[in-house]
C-alpha cells in the first residue's frame, strides 16, 4: 500500500487511526491532484484493513483545516476539460462515501478554517467538532465565487438541516461561521477550547459510539422537513425563488439558482444520484464565465491588493499608535469609529468641541448596536470607546502619527487646517486628505512635507464600505505611500493605489454610470425601464436614486471645475447629454436630490422614498421611443469600463486588480463580472467582442462609447487585461 504524505496514516495501539491532512508543497491543504489520489489510496487501505481499525479521526497539520478546491485550477476549466473535472470530483465524492459506510465511527476534529471543501470532508464524517480559535471559520462560501460546494455538500446538507435551512444557513448565502455558530446553527456538534481537548472527545466519540452511521443511512431516515413531494412542503416552496430573486436583484448570477435546483432535485433520489445531481450543477458552473470572473476578483485580485501588490518594495512595515481625525462630521466620525476598533487612539477634532462630542457619538452608536445584537461584548466596546478623544484643541493632538483630514469640501479651508495642525503633530506624522473630488498634488501645497501628504478615500458609510482610495499626489514619497498602505490594512480594509487626478479612478467612473442613467432619461425612456436595466444588471443601487443621494448639485460643481480646468489648459469640453437634464431638474423643477427633499424620486417628510416623480413622464419621457433593455444595461457598464481603460492609459491606474477590486468594493460595479476591466476579459466574444459592441453603441448612442486605442490594441493582440501583462 503506498504511503501517502498529503494525508498521513497514523494508528495507535487501540485501533484508532488518525489521518491527518498535511499537503507537503502547500500551505494549505486543497483538493488537488495529489490530494485526489492519496484519498483513493487511503480509502483502499481503511477498507483492506478494516478489522483492526476501531475508529477514524480527520484532522489537520496546517492552521486551516482544509481549504476546499484549488482555484487556480478551477479558473482554468473549460467546457472542453468539464468532463475531466466531473469525473474527478466525483471520484473524491465516492471515496468519502466509502469511507463514511465504512461501518466504522468517523470524527472530524477540525482544527481551523473549514470552508468549502473542507466542510464537505467534514459533513462525510458522523461527527463534527470544531477548535474554539478566531481562525476557525466553517461553512460553504462557494456562491460567493459563483459555484456550489460540489464534494457532497448539498447532498449533505439538505440530509442534514432540511431543504429550508441547508439553503437558508448555508448553501445561497456562504454564511462563514465561528466555531459556536457553527454549533448553534447545527454544522458542527461539539465545539473544544484547545487542540488537546479537540482530540479527546474525537477519541470520547469514536469510545463510545462503535456502530456510528450518518443519520441518511439509519433505517427510517428522512430529510428533516420533508422534501417537494410532500404537499406541506410545496406549499413552502415557490417563496424559494422570490428570494433568490431578492439576493440577485434578478442579475446574472447562475449560481444560486443551481444550488437551488441541485438541493431540491436531489432530495427526491436516493443519495448516490443525488451526488450525480450536484456534480453536473458544479460542473456546469465552473465551466461558464461568471465563476471565472468572480474567482478573478473575489479570490486573486482581492488577495493581490491586499498582500500589498502595489506597495512599494522595501519599506519596513509601520503601525500606528495615535491617529488624528480632523473633522468630525458624516465621514470623519466614521473614520474614528474605523481607527479606535482596530486599537488606535483617535483625537477627534472639530471646531467646536460640541462638534466633535457629536462625532464619537456616531461611535456609541454603533458600539451600542454591536453590544445588542451579540457582535461584540461590553467591555469590548468600551475600550473602544474610551480611545477617542473629542476635541476643539490643537494642543491635544501632540504626537499623533497620522493625521487623517475629513473637514468641508474646500481647497483654502483644508490648507488652513493643515496649517493649524503640521507643527504641532509628530514631526514624522503621515498626512492624508479624505477629499472625495480634490487634487492631491493641490492640497499637499497647504503643508511643509509635501512628501509625507497623501489621499486617503473613504467611502461612506465608513465602518460597512471595505475599500479605501490611496491616492498619490506628485510629490507623495515612497515612504508616505507605503505607511498609508499598511494604516489602511491596520484598520482592515482593502487599499487601492491610485495616481493623483480629478477624481481619481472611483468618483471618476462612477460619474460615468450616472451620466447613462440620466441620458437615458433625457432621450425620453421610461425612467422606470432605467432603474429596472441598472438593477438587472446588477448594480446594487438603482442609477436615478444614487444620483439623487449625492445631490444633483455635486456634478454639476465637479463639471464646472473640470470644465474650467480642461479650458484652462488649452482643451474643449465636451458637453455629456445628461447635463442638460440635471440643469433642468435643479433650475427649471427646482429637484436638486434627496436631501433637498425632491430629486428624480419624491420623498415623504421623513426623507422616505416615495415613488419616481411623475413629472419626469410629463417633461421628459417619449412613450414612442424605445431602446433595446440590453443596450441599456450595457451603455452603462461600458461607461464605466471604457473610462476606467482610459484611466489605465493616463497612468492614473496602474493595476488591474486595483481597478476590478475598487469598481465592486467602492462603486458598485457587479460582482458577477469580476470588476470593470474583467468584464471586458469575460465579455461574448473576448476583447475584440466588447470593441466591436462598444463601436457600435458608438455609432448608436454617441462617440463617448469610441473603443480607447489601448483597448483596440490590446484586443488586436488578443491579450486580456492582467497584471502579469501589464498595459
Ligand atoms: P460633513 O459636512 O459631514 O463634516 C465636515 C466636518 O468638518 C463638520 O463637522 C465641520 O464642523 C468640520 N470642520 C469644518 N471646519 C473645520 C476645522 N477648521 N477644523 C475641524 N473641523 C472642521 O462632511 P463629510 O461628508 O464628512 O465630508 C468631509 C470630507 O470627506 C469632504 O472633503 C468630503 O468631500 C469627503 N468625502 C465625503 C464622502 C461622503 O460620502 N460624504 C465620501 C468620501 C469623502
Known amino acids: 500500500m503506498t504511503e501517502s504524505t498529503t494525508i498521513r496514516w497514523e494508528q495507535d495501539d487501540t485501533g484508532v487511526v488518525t489521518l491527518v491532512l498535511d499537503d507537503p508543497n502547500q500551505s494549505a491543504n486543497t483538493m488537488n491532484q495529489a490530494f485526489r489520489d492519496s484519498l483513493a489510496a487511503i480509502t483502499d487501505r481503511l477498507e483492506a484493513e478494516r478489522e483492526s481499525i476501531r475508529g477514524i479521526i480527520f484532522t489537520s497539520a496546517k492552521k486551516t483545516f482544509f481549504a476546499g478546491g484549488d482555484l487556480r485550477d478551477l479558473i482554468r476549466v473549460t467546457p472542453g476539460t468539464a468532463q475531466e473535472l466531473f469525473d474527478g470530483g466525483l471520484a473524491i465524492k465516492r471515496n468519502l462515501r466509502r469511507i463514511e459506510t465504512l461501518g466504522k465511527p468517523v470524527v472530524a476534529a477540525i482544527n481551523g478554517a473549514a470552508l468549502g471543501g473542507g466542510y464537505e470532508l467534514a459533513l462525510a464524517c458522523h461527527h463534527r467538532i470544531a477548535l474554539d480559535t478566531p481562525g476557525t471559520k466553517i461553512g460553504c462560501p462557494e456562491v460567493t465565487l459563483g459555484l456550489l460546494p460540489g464534494g457532497g455538500g448539498v447532498v449533505r446538507t439538505v440530509r442534514l438541516l432540511g431543504i429550508a435551512d441547508a439553503l437558508l444557513k448555508v448553501l445561497l448565502q456562504g454564511t462563514q461561521y465561528n466555531a459556536r455558530r457553527a454549533q448553534e446553527n447545527g454544522l458542527v456538534h461539539e465545539v473544544a477550547q484547545s487542540p488537546e481537548e479537540l482530540l479527546a472527545k474525537a477519541r470520547a466519540f469514536i469510545d463510545a459510539h462503535p456502530d456510528s452511521q450518518q443519520p441518511w443511512d439509519r433505517p427510517g431516515y428522512r430529510i428533516p422537513g420533508g422534501t417537494p413531494a410532500n404537499p406541506k412542503f410545496a406549499a413552502n416552496l415557490p417563496a424559494f425563488p422570490a428570494n433568490l430573486r431578492k439576493q440577485t436583484g434578478g442579475a446574472p448570477y447562475p449560481a444560486p439558482r443551481s444550488i437551488l435546483a441541485a438541493a431540491v432535485e436531489g432530495s427526491q433520489v436516493d443519495f448516490e444520484t443525488a451526488q450525480v445531481i450536484e456534480a453536473r450543477y458544479f460542473v456546469e458552473l465552473a465551466a461558464g464565465q461568471t465563476s471565472k470572473n468572480m474567482i478573478q476578483a473575489f479570490f486573486f485580485d482581492l488577495q493581490a491588493v491586499n498582500s500589498g501588490a502595489n506597495r512599494p ?71 473602544l470607546l474610551a480611545r477617542i478623544t473629542p476635541t476643539a484643541d490643537v494642543a491635544d493632538l501632540a504626537g499623533c502619527d497620522a493625521v487623517i483630514e475629513a473637514v468641508f469640501e474646500d481647497t483654502a479651508l483644508k490648507h488652513k487646517v493643515f496649517q493649524e495642525i503640521e507643527s504641532v503633530v509628530a514631526p514624522d506624522a503621515l498626512l492624508c486628505s479624505n477629499t472625495s473630488t480634490l487634487p492631491i498634488t493641490t492640497l499637499a501645497e497647504g503643508v511643509e512635507r509635501q512628501t509625507d501628504f ?262 488586436e493582440k488578443g491579450e486580456p487585461f492582467s497584471d502579469s501583462v501589464r498595459p
Open 454 to 715: 497623501i489621499g486617503l478615500h473613504f467611502f461612506s458609510p465608513v465602518d460597512k464600505m471595505p475599500l479605501v482610495e490611496i491616492i498619490r499626489g506628485e510629490r507623495t514619497g515612497d515612504e508616505a505611500l507605503a505607511r498609508a498602505f499598511d494604516l489602511v490594512r491596520q484598520i482592515n480594509k482593502t487599499p487601492i493605489v491610485v495616481n493623483d487626478s480629478r477624481g481619481f479612478f472611483t468618483s471618476r467612473v462612477i460619474g460615468h454610470f450616472i451620466n447613462e442613467g440620466v441620458a437615458m432619461v433625457g432621450e425620453g425612456v421610461e425612467p422606470a425601464s432605467v432603474e429596472q436595466a441598472a438593477a438587472q444588471a446588477g448594480y446594487p443601487a438603482k442609477v436615478l436614486s444614487l444620483m439623487d443621494e449625492l445631490t444633483l448639485t455635486l456634478p454639476r460643481k465637479i463639471r464646472n471645475e473640470t470644465k474650467r480646468a480642461v479650458e484652462e489648459a488649452g482643451g474643449t469640453w465636451t458637453a455629456h447629454p445628461a447635463e442638460a437634464v440635471i440643469d433642468r431638474m435643479v433650475d427649471e423643477f427646482g429637484r436638486p436630490g434627496r436631501s433637498g427633499g425632491a430629486g428624480f424620486y419624491d420623498y415623504s417628510e421623513d426623507g422616505r422614498r416615495t415613488g419616481l416623480w411623475p413629472g419626469l413622464r410629463e417633461h421628459f419621457t417619449d412613450p414612442g421611443h424605445r431602446i433595446p433593455f440590453r443596450d441599456m444595461q450595457e451603455r452603462m457598464l461600458f461607461a464605466e469600463a471604457l473610462d476606467t481603460v482610459r484611466l489605465l492609459e493616463e497612468g492614473v491606474l496602474t493595476s488591474v486588480a486595483d481597478a476590478n477590486i475598487g469598481s465592486i468594493l467602492g462603486i458598485g460595479f457587479p460582482g458577477w463580472t469580476g470588476g470593470v476591466l474583467q468584464y471586458i476579459n469575460g465579455y461574448e466574444g473576448g476583447l475584440p467582442g466588447f470593441v466591436a459592441r462598444a463601436r457600435e453603441l458608438a455609432e448608436h448612442y454617441g462617440e463617448r462609447f469610441t473603443p480607447p486605442a489601448l483597448l483596440v490594441r490590446k484586443a
Open 313 to 383: 518594495r522595501g519599506i519596513e512595515p509601520r503601525q500606528v499608535r495615535k491617529a488624528a481625525v480632523l473633522g468630525a462630521g458624516m465621514m470623519g466620525a466614521g473614520i474614528a469609529y474605523a481607527c479606535a476598533r482596530a486599537g488606535i487612539d483617535v483625537v477627534l477634532k472639530d471646531v467646536s468641541l460640541e462638534s466633535a462630542v457629536k462625532g464619537k457619538g456616531y461611535s456609541e452608536k454603533l458600539c451600542a448596536k454591536a453590544v445588542a445584537k451579540g457582535r461584540t461584548s461590553q467591555e469590548k466596546a468600551d475600550a
